[in-house]
């Protein structure tokens, strides 16, 4: 009876815990402590959104159970969204389902088309759900190294595909990426195309963040791509583009096959979002969306700030051109004690809490990842906090030896 279940006995130790504890014990001894670490939007969700909520709640008929693959309106909206902004036709009855999150609608649908010793290709570092979701499924993981860029993105797919036995089932792609800020034109997609048609692989791609983006540049989708239709599932979710994040609301498009094998998993599972969060999505995506370019830009002022901060501090990082988040080697000084050790000492020493990149994958460690969750104000307090740290240390000194208890 002591023996540890199987599935969550794959699971690798929660690195983020340590942070959290430290963060929490700081907290309860009256520390001002400045949380970049979990990427939680922390502005309210647009009024006209919210109104529609209400709306909805009040009518009893809304209060039964709602359907597992997405209400008809909200599909259609999807569908609309992919129209607008991709130039993409998708079938709300056949290639779009609603997910609780575009987290759930990934571990889902990794149970419905994972065989036990299936093989995997994911991106490291990359967002946890992406591997671990396949690694419940019972799927072999085959790391794709990015944290240095994706220029031999490709290359190395093709060798992962031609050294895996057996032959993997699928790969992850998630641009722009959540930790690495990483973004990707739609010529990067072309080739991956190809490639996993030529090899019978699907494609599932992620796509979280695709309208936060600085540079005008809206990030692509793979389903652009005409002959990725049949081989892919793209994922988003409504917690970034709205500030929506506990509302708990997402969807995935594309191949008739995927989206109707997760629709059917999903249909023994779970009975779908809430109603009324469902209507409210609806008028999210077919309302004004004047909110989100506001998003959008609340989100490079703190960017801004906290690149410059950085650098002020002596720390160069490159600014990204999407996503909520700065993803930031560790000052050469304290590389070596690793993502981890530095995080704890950066919460102890400067008060502000990041994410090790250790938890994103073992490729992650010589980084940090900072969410852009505070006002500009209390980032620029950070950086000022980083600066003291860091100028008290030499930019390195006796703390880089140090371990954090």
Request: glycine share 8%; hydrophobic share 40%; net charge neutral.
């Amino acid at each position: 009876m002591n023996e540890e279940f199987h599935r969550i006995k794959r699971l690798p130790p929660y690195v983020f815990a340590e942070v959290n504890a430290m963060k929490a014990r700081a907290r309860a001894a009256g520390e001002d402590i400045i949380d970049l670490g979990m990427g939680n939007p922390d502005q309210p969700t647009p009024p006209h959104i919210v109104e529609k909520l209400v709306e909805a709640v009040r009518n009893p008929k809304t209060h039964r159970y709602s359907m597992s693959r997405g209400i008809p309106g909200l599909r259609k909206a999807i569908s609309a969204y992919y129209k607008r902004r991709f130039d993409v036709d998708i079938d709300p009855e056949t290639e779009a389902c609603v997910t609780i999150g575009s987290k759930e609608g990934l571990a889902n649908l990794a149970q419905a088309i994972t065989s036990p010793g299936d093989v995997i290709l994911v991106p490291n570092p990359s967002y946890p759900i992406h591997p671990f979701g396949f690694m419940l499924a019972g799927a072999a993981l085959r790391h794709i190294p990015v944290v240095d860029g994706v220029d031999n993105f490709v290359e190395t797919l093709e060798r992962a595909i031609r050294h895996s036995v057996p032959k993997p089932i699928a790969v992850i792609v998630s641009f722009p990426a959540n930790p690495t800020a990483q973004t990707v034109t739609l010529d990067f997609y072309k080739p991956i195309v190809e490639l996993c048609l030529k090899h019978g692989i699907y494609i599932l791609s992620d796509i979280a963040y695709a309208e936060i983006y600085f540079d005008g540049n809206p990030p692509p989708s793979v389903l652009q791509i005409p002959e990725a239709r049949d081989i892919t599932v793209e994922f988003n979710s409504l917690s970034k583009t709205y500030n929506m994040p506990g509302w708990r609301v997402g969807f995935g498009v594309g191949s008739k096959k995927l989206i109707g094998a997760l629709a059917k998993f999903k249909s023994y599972v779970d009975y779908g979002a809430f109603t009324p969060i469902q209507v409210a999505a609806t008028a999210a995506l077919n309302g004004p969306q004047d909110c989100v370019e506001e998003i959008r830009q609340m989100y490079k002022a703190r960017r801004d700030a906290l690149i410059e901060g950085l650098d002020a501090a002596g720390w160069d990082v490159p600014a990204p051109n999407a996503t909520m988040f700065v993803w930031a080697r560790i000052p050469e000084p304290f590389r070596a004690m690793g993502s981890l050790e530095f995080s704890k000492l950066l919460l102890q020493e400067a008060q502000v809490a990041v994410s090790p990149g250790i938890g994103f994958g073992e490729y992650g460690d010589e980084h940090v990842r900072f969410g852009l969750v505070e006002n500009v104000q209390r980032i620029r307090q950070a950086c000022r906090n980083i600066r003291g740290f860091l100028h008290r240390t030499g930019n390195g000194g006796e703390a880089a030896s140090k371990k954090v208890i």
